[in-house]
């Protein structure tokens, strides 16, 4: 009889999050610990207008998944984050890996190329990209 290894849960997510959800760790990323109304006023001030409880509803749900902890100040929770931005740039390059390039040198070419054109751009024609981007 085989008796196969317990594993930890995994508290890390293991693919990228809805863009909401990733906007409320922005938030945290710089801000931690933060209140519901903390980050809402956050997303505000960057023109994202949440209601109080759509806030409460994407902060519970980052702590389902363990992408935040919480814990209780007064009245209030606050929350930090539990993974980093650096974690989730991984998935969101891995994502980017497996959908548009062949492999991890085609991606490294192409930003090559990219890159070379940036650096190669005047400063008029560089404004004109950095405002084609926004």
């Known amino acids: ?26 938030v945290l990323w710089r801000e931690a610990p933060a ?18 409880t ?3 509803t ?3 749900r980052l702590a389902r998944k363990q992408a935040v902890s919480r814990e209780k100040h ?4 606050l929350y930090s984050p539990r993974i980093s931005r650096e974690h989730m740039r991984s998935l969101a390059l ?3 890996l497996h959908n548009y390039f062949h492999s991890r ?6 930003l090559r190329s ?9 400063e008029p024609e560089r404004a004109a990209m950095d405002a084609s981007l926004l």
């Open 35 to 52: 209140s519901v109304r903390q980050v809402q006023g956050e997303l505000a001030a960057q023109g994202l207008r949440l209601a109080y």
């Open 1 to 26: 009889m085989s008796s196969s290894p317990i594993r930890a849960p995994r508290p890390l997510p293991a693919r990228e999050l809805p863009q909401l959800e990733l906007e409320c760790m922005r």
């Open 74 to 77: 007064g009245r209030a929770f």
């Open 114 to 122: 990219v890159l070379a054109v940036e650096i190669a751009a005047t």
């Open 105 to 110: 040198q085609d991606l490294a070419a192409w």
């Open 94 to 96: 891995e994502r980017l």
């Open 54 to 56: 759509t806030v409460l």
């Open 58 to 60: 994407l902060l519970d």
